[in-house]
């Protein structure tokens, strides 16, 4: 009762910490949230700034122009200062068809538009698909002999007719909210567990206070036994708060089987991150060290697992290497689960084993952890 009573005091002392990581954590999530929700899934064609110069002049030349007015806005541009007007943004797109276009197209010759786009635009993209749409069915009216006096209004017709898609109705299609809080819970209960346990089991390795517990009446064991209690009470604790705060912000998509999973992740990471913080606590005395570790663990592994950035995107050697790190399999099995629609053994085959490297990892930390314990604690009697 003593050592817990201390522990939980020792926990109020430093509430800051977690009302600071806390508070953080909820304002970057409102923010994505709202973020996501603004975001528009309809596709609409975007028009881009193009300086445009015809150098062939002729009907086709002419037609293409036409066909492009639809989709950009042409912008008047001395030749002289279109190197100016691209640097300054003024135009997105620079266009010149070359003298000789129109014979080389439609003589099967290379036949090419120079075209300089902005690296960073993704509406010069769009423009490229644009042009490259209206060229190649050009060709295809070509080679099937199709060419007549109405070929430009018939291909301008084709091309202006939409698709249109139908998506099942679904409770997932927002559901990357969801996704992202729980990704996110990584680093927040990393960052939270690690920082906390390691400062109050901190105090506890004091020498002094070591000494002073050995004359007590309380075993050495018995007080090993109420802290673990205590420590995993914490990490409970922490991803309890956290998962009532997900039902709080994401009442209307939480409640289904993806959710049901994705907290299992969670629980089995939370046992991870606590086993990882024993074995940090058994290596390093120092509250600022172990202060130190935490914090540069917990963020740098959210750079490199896919916590800020998704894995998709990042480097193969990085996500080699981020196969160390427990973080890296709980938003392997969260992307995963968080994308499915039917759930088997079968199915949730990949998701399982990002559950056991999870618990393999949690118990070599534990395994580690007993054996350096024990040395230290030789070493010090």
């Given amino acids: 009762m003593i050592v817990s009573k201390l522990y ?3 926990l109020k002392k430093n509430g800051f910490v977690f009302i600071f990581y806390l508070g953080i954590f909820l304002m970057i999530t409102i923010l994505t ?7 528009n899934t309809q596709y609409e064609d975007v028009k881009v700034k193009v300086a445009l110069y015809d150098e062939d002049q002729t009907t086709f030349t002419d037609n293409i122009k036409d066909y492009l007015k639809d989709y950009v806005v042409f912008k008047d541009i001395d030749r002289n200062r279109v190197d100016d007007a691209f640097f300054y943004r003024e135009v997105e797109v620079v266009v010149i068809i070359p003298e000789g276009f129109t014979t080389n197209f439609f003589n099967s010759d290379v036949a090419n538009i120079n075209i300089k786009v902005l690296p960073e635009s993704t509406k ?7 042009i490259n749409k209206y060229l190649n069915l050009v060709r295809v009216y070509q080679d099937n002999d199709l060419i007549n006096e109405d070929y430009h209004t018939e291909i301008k017709e084709i091309l202006a007719k939409e698709v249109m898609i ?10 990357i909210l969801v996704h992202f809080y729980y990704n996110y819970v990584a680093y927040i209960a990393f960052a939270l567990i690690t920082t906390l346990m390691g400062t109050i089991m901190a105090t506890f390795k004091s020498l002094d206070i070591k000494r002073r517990n050995n004359i007590g009446s309380i075993s050495n064991r018995k007080m090993n036994l109420v802290l673990l209690v205590c420590n995993t009470l914490l990490g409970l604790g922490v991803l309890g708060i956290l998962i009532v705060l997900s039902i709080i912000l994401y009442k209307d998509l939480i409640f289904n089987l993806n959710t049901f999973y994705l907290i299992i992740n969670s629980l089995i990471y939370t046992v991870t991150i606590i086993a990882l913080t024993y074995f940090i606590i058994a290596l390093f005395d120092s509250r600022q060290i172990i202060g130190a570790i935490a914090n540069v663990l917990s963020l740098g592994s959210a750079f490199i697992t896919g916590v800020f950035i998704p ?7 990085i996500l080699y290497f981020a196969q ?3 973080s890296f399999w709980f938003i392997k099995a969260n992307d995963y689960l968080a994308d499915l629609t039917h759930f088997d053994l079968a199915i949730l085959k990949p998701a399982f084993q990002a559950f056991l490297v999870q618990i393999i990892m949690a118990i070599v930390f534990i395994g580690l952890s007993l ?3 024990k040395r ?6």
């Fill in 8 to 10: 939980w005091k020792l």
């Fill in 33 to 39: 949230a709202q973020s996501l929700r603004n975001n």
């Fill in 124 to 130: 010069a993209f769009t423009f490229e698909q644009v």
């Fill in 166 to 175: 139908t998506l099942p109705e679904s409770n997932l299609e927002n559901y």
């Fill in 311 to 317: 894995q998709e995107f990042l480097n193969k050697g």
């Fill in 324 to 326: 160390i790190f427990p």
């Fill in 371 to 373: 054996i350096i314990s």
């Fill in 376 to 381: 230290k604690q030789l070493a010090e009697n």
